[in-house]
């Protein structure tokens, strides 16, 4: 397969809003929780979430939130957004200026975006409220660009001047790494030179309080211990918000713009459970055809990996299935790769993960290191058999696994590698 690189990354997360921070964040498993204010009634059981700081989008107009003075959003470009497309502005521009690229390398045909997140139910929510109280015709005219499934690519598309590939992808928390797999198959396939891949979310009381009806959402109060996965006493995942940009060129592009990438990817899998609307397969079943896949794709043995970022969202049911996935394709040498789950220290970004922590595996790859899984005070019984480090490893890394999994059953692994 022609070779693959990521030359760019743009974060908006719990954990940092640039790539430094967020790498000192993983170094020093700090995390991004709080008792949040918009949790704090009574009647609201869930309390901890992991907010975006320096971004305030709580106001029903968007010209009254407040947005970091280093972003660039015009007044006509804020109609049209919600919190988790504003997000996606902007990491947006840190990944275009990570990357090196012009305004040429930007728009032009062999330039495509792929993105992914669940829309804005919050702004949806008030389309709709404002319809049955006012009419229709009250209602404003970008209402619907602003909040349906669509409105990160939109108005990305829009605003940075796409002219490539751009579609949606709406597969829950795989939605992003799916954007990425397709995005990796576009240039494969040499119909794209470079793709942006993008998940966002809002991150808000509407997007993250409908899951504890699920009894999804940890109910516990305490900010350093809500989130924990492959804890013997975890219950449940913290929600957050905001966006990650990855930026994959082909090996023509960087030659020619002689830049130093993060890393290299390789390939990926994805297979589905054929199971379950909302829970995972008891044995991982989609996720380990997942991982097969991805390895057979690249090449890759089970020997040969070093690192997998967990899918690890902190739910009993889902931390136990991905480890009996990665006992069953790996064998014994899952007591030797190092897999952990960032989503200890940012909370599970649904839409957003797979990019997000993506992002994270070409940190990791780049910088020499592997983030622990931070929060752990007693190891699930069902995680027997794995090396799950609970302080990051000052070690470099080859190659590393990224794993999604979404509703449906829906499972992506991508495989990255170290650049040598």
């Known amino acids: 397969m022609p070779r693959i690189f990521i030359t760019g990354l743009g974060f908006i997360t719990s954990i940092g809003n640039s790539s430094a921070v967020v790498e000192q964040s993983l170094r020093e498993l700090r995390h991004g929780f709080e008792r949040h ?27 009254d939130w407040t947005i970091p003075g280093a972003y660039s959003v015009k007044r006509e470009q804020l109609r049209s957004l919600s919190p988790n497309a504003l997000y996606a502005s902007c990491a947006m521009q840190q990944a275009i200026a990570d990357a090196k690229l012009s305004p040429e390398d930007v728009s032009n045909d062999d330039t495509g975006l792929y993105a992914a997140s669940a829309g804005s139910p919050g702004m949806l929510a008030r ?5 049955n109280q006012h ?14 499934a669509g409105t990160v690519q939109f108005n990305l598309v829009a605003q940075f001047k796409i002219k490539g590939a751009s579609t949606g992808f709406t597969s829950a928390c795989a939605a992003s790494a799916h954007a990425m ?53 975890r219950d449940g995942f913290v929600g957050t918000g905001g966006a990650t940009v ?40 989609g996720l380990t055809a997942a991982m097969r896949k991805a390895l057979k794709a690249t090449g890759i043995t089970p020997a ?19 480890c009996k996935a990665v006992r069953t394709v790996f064998g014994e040498h899952a007591a ?28 990791a790859l780049k910088r020499g290191f592997i983030p622990g899984s931070a929060h752990i005070s007693e190891l699930d019984p069902a ?37 040598a």
């Open 37 to 63: 204010p918009s949790f704090a009634a009574d009647n609201i059981p869930v309390k901890v979430a992991a907010p975006v700081r320096e971004f305030k989008t709580d106001a029903e107009d968007p010209e």
């Open 336 to 363: 030797r790769l190092a897999m952990s789950s960032t989503k200890a220290l940012t909370g599970h970004g649904l839409s957003l993960a797979g990019a997000m922590e993506a992002g994270f595996c070409a940190l």
């Open 304 to 322: 040969e990996v070093d690192h997998i970022n967990a899918h690890g969202t902190s739910t009993p049911m889902g931390d136990a299935a991905e």
């Open 383 to 419: 995680c027997a058999g794995i090396n799950i480090p609970r302080t990051t490893l000052l070690e470099q890394p080859r190659i590393v696994l990224n794993n999604s999994s979404g509703f449906g059953g829906a499972n992506v692994c991508v495989v990255l590698k170290l650049v």
């Open 181 to 233: 797999g397709f995005a990796i198959d576009e240039i494969a396939l040499g119909r794209q030179q470079r793709m942006f891949v993008v998940g966002a979310e809002d991150g808000n009381v509407e997007t993250i309080l409908p899951f504890a009806a699920m009894r999804a959402l940890s109910l516990n109060p305490d900010p350093e211990t809500a989130s924990r996965p492959f804890d013997k006493k």
């Open 135 to 148: 009419g229709v015709m009250r209602c404003p005219p970008l209402g619907i660009v602003a909040s349906i």
């Open 246 to 285: 990855l930026v994959l060129e082909s090996e023509a592009e960087v030659l020619r713009r002689g830049v130093t990438p993060y890393a290299e990817v390789l390939g990926w899998g994805q297979a589905s459970d054929g199971h379950n609307v909302a829970i995972p397969h008891p044995e991982g079943a």
């Open 127 to 131: 389309q709709v409220n404002r319809m």
